[in-house]
Structures are given as C-alpha cells and as structure tokens.
T-cell receptor
Framework: AQKITQTQPGMFVQEKEAVTLDCTYD???????LFWYKQPSSGEMIFLIY??????QNATEGRYSLNFQKARKSTNLVISASQLGDSAMYFC???????????FGTGTRLTIIP | GAVVSQHPSWVICKSGTSVKIECRSL??????MFWYRQFPKQSLMLMAT?????????EQGVEKDKFLINHASLTLSTLTVTSAHPEDSSFYIC?????????FGEGSWLTVV
C-alpha cells in the first residue's frame, strides 16, 4: 500500500483564488511528521510547512496552511490568494517515528492562470 | 538563509567515468544526511542514509558499490557515482534534519553521455 497518496496529478487555478492540494497517508506509528515541499522547474525542494502528529492546531505559515484531519489520515495543503509564482510541483511527505528519512507522494503539478 | 548546500548543480560526464557530488550542512552539525534520487516526472526516492564516521545505510535495490557515500565530517557528505552509465542520469538531492524540519540541498542534475 502507498504510504503517501496524492490523487491530483495536475491542477489549474485562477490567480488570486485559493487552492487545496490533497494528501492522504498511511502509517501505524503514533508519532509521525507530515511535510509539504514546493519544487519549481529548477529542481530545488523548498520546505513549506510541517505538521506533527501530536500537534493539536493546524499548521500555518504565511499563505500556507494545513487542513490536518488525523482520523481520516489526511493533510491537505491550502494556499490562499494564489500567485503566478506558486506554479510548481508540490510534494507531500511523511516521516515515521524518530526517523529523519522521508517518504514522498507522487506530487501535484499546480499551474496558476493569470 | 540556506541550510544545506549542494555542489555541483549540473554535471555532464562520459559513460564509465565517476562523478562526485557534495552535500554541505551550513548551519549545524549533521550526524546523518540523506541522499535521494529523482527520475524525470517521478517523485523522490531515498537512496541511502549517510552516517558520520560510519558506513552508509542503503535502501533496497540501491547498489552500494556503485553509489559510494562518504560522511567524513559533521558538515560534509559526498556521493560518488562510479562507472556511471546513461541510466544513472537523474536528479540527486540531499537532505538534513535540524529538529522537526527537514531541509534539502539545491540538488544536482547528472547527465551521463
């Protein structure tokens, strides 16, 4: 079974609209961490936001926020007021237990339309 | 500022030669670093865990004799692709984990011709 599932291969969103990128995960660990990264065409992996499994509040970082639903094992990324520069691949990833290595989803290619 | 620096960003080498990629932790001492590989239009896959002062731990299916990892100091890990072939052409990227957050280097594009 896939540990990280991103069901949206691609999305097109009008500039200034909000966008939600879906991610579900599968783990038997009680302690885990969930990450979102942005990968522009240059290839670098830009850290966006982190949610720990024991965090009670949904994580927020500027225009990025997470809709963390632990019981459903989902951690959707919400980007508010999208900008043209948000066009990129977005990856959801998980760290299990105290391990520092990540398992990645297949990614979602987001295109912002002017 | 950057937490991890990777070099080179781009490298083209001839088939059969070896290529070394460096990953430097800039702001903290990393006893562990991670190397990932990403083929075109695919996701990142973990190749190996680089351990300072000891042998690297390789993921299943990754040839340890082909992908040599050296982590001689707390700020530097190197990945050497030995006897490179065109199928090794890929994007290689390293990561470090200072606390809860995991940061990546800029990545290295390898093309074997």
């Amino acid at each position: 079974a896939q540990k990280i599932t991103q069901t949206q291969p691609g999305m097109f969103v009008q500039e200034k609209e909000a966008v939600t990128l879906d991610c579900t995960y599968d783990t038997s660990d009680q302690s885990y961490g969930l990450f979102w990264y942005k990968q522009p065409s240059s290839g670098e992996m830009i850290f966006l936001i982190y949610q720990g499994s024991y965090d009670e509040q949904n994580a927020t970082e500027g225009r990025y926020s997470l809709n963390f639903q632990k019981a459903r094992k989902s951690t959707n990324l919400v980007i508010s007021a999208s900008q043209l520069g948000d066009s990129a691949m977005y990856f959801c990833a998980m760290r299990e237990g105290t391990n520092e290595k990540l398992t990645f989803g297949t990614g979602t290619r987001l295109t912002i339309i002017p | 500022g950057a937490v991890v620096s990777q070099h080179p960003s781009w490298v083209i080498c001839k088939s059969g030669t070896s290529v070394k990629i460096e990953c430097r932790s800039l702001d903290f001492q990393a006893t562990t670093m991670f190397w990932y590989r990403q083929f075109p239009k695919q996701s990142l896959m973990l190749m190996a865990t680089s351990n300072e002062g000891s042998k690297a731990t390789y993921e299943q299916g990754v040839e340890k004799d082909k992908f040599l990892i050296n982590h001689a100091s707390l700020t530097l890990s190197t990945l050497t692709v030995t006897s490179a072939h065109p199928e090794d052409s890929s994007f290689y990227i390293c990561s470090v984990a200072p606390g809860n957050t995991i940061y990546f280097g800029e990545g290295s594009w390898l093309t074997v011709v």
